[in-house]
């Protein structure tokens, strides 16, 4: 067996094993500033959530997807994501434990989003175990798309990408993007592919962009 195509979730099992020490399902990884979709359920409360996004999932899936956020995962992606992903299934990852996150509704979490006086945006993915990474993907949904509409790759407009970035000894990934001069609520939407093996994790970022940064520069804001 070639460790370089274990997926996480069997280099974990392989560690329980061979070190008999209890491990949190925890090896992956979820995007906490802003956070996802499923970080911030998990922050909300996987047993009594408040927020109607995250009651909705809770109701319809149980507690499972939101103790397990950082799992959002495709095993043998390899960089083929748009084929291991179909539209419609972006935000669960088309993994079978999150389809809740595919839900179509109006009311998921925001998170207000605005750059800093570069234009640029820190992201911080935190990352419970550290892989080597072959990219970091960044897209937005484009203007006119609807979170009461189904999420197509057709949807989502690349604005960044990253090579390796080394894990933080805090346990984030930072991330600095330059930010789309969008406006309103947006999905973002995250790839983590790894290098050391095929796996990828998937994020979707419900974010208010605002007026946008060209609606500040336009009444007076200075960098
Ligand atoms: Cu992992």
Redesign the pocket.
């Known amino acids: 067996m070639n460790q370089r195509f274990l997926t996480?979730s069997a280099?974990v099992l392989f560690a329980v094993t061979v070190l008999g020490a209890p491990q949190p399902a925890s090896?992956?990884?979820s995007m906490t500033t802003p956070p996802s979709r499923i970080y911030y359920c998990y922050l909300n409360g996987a047993e009594n959530p408040t927020d109607p996004g995250c009651i909705a999932i809770k109701q319809n899936g149980g507690t499972d997807a939101v103790y397990d956020w950082m799992s959002v995962n495709q095993a043998n992606a390899n960089g083929n994501h748009q084929a291991v992903v179909p539209d419609g299934k972006l935000c669960s990852g088309n993994n079978p434990l999150f389809t809740t996150l595919d839900m179509l509704r109006s009311d998921w979490h925001t998170t207000p989003i605005t750059a800093s006086g570069d234009g640029t945006f820190q992201f911080a993915f935190r990352g419970?175990?550290p892989?080597a990474t072959r990219d970091w993907i960044f897209y937005v949904s484009r203007t006119g798309w609807l979170p009461t509409q189904p999420l197509r790759w057709a949807d989502m407009e690349e604005f960044c990408r990253l090579g390796n970035v080394a894990l933080n000894p805090d346990g984030h990934y930072y991330l600095r993007c330059p930010l789309p001069a969008a406006t309103g609520k947006r999905v973002i939407y995250s790839v983590w592919q790894r290098s050391d093996s095929p796996?990828a994790f998937y994020t979707c970022i419900d974010v208010d962009f605002g007026a946008g940064r060209d609606a500040l520069f336009a009444n007076g804001f200075q960098q």
């Open positions: 996480c280099s090896a992956h990884g419970t175990a892989h796996e």
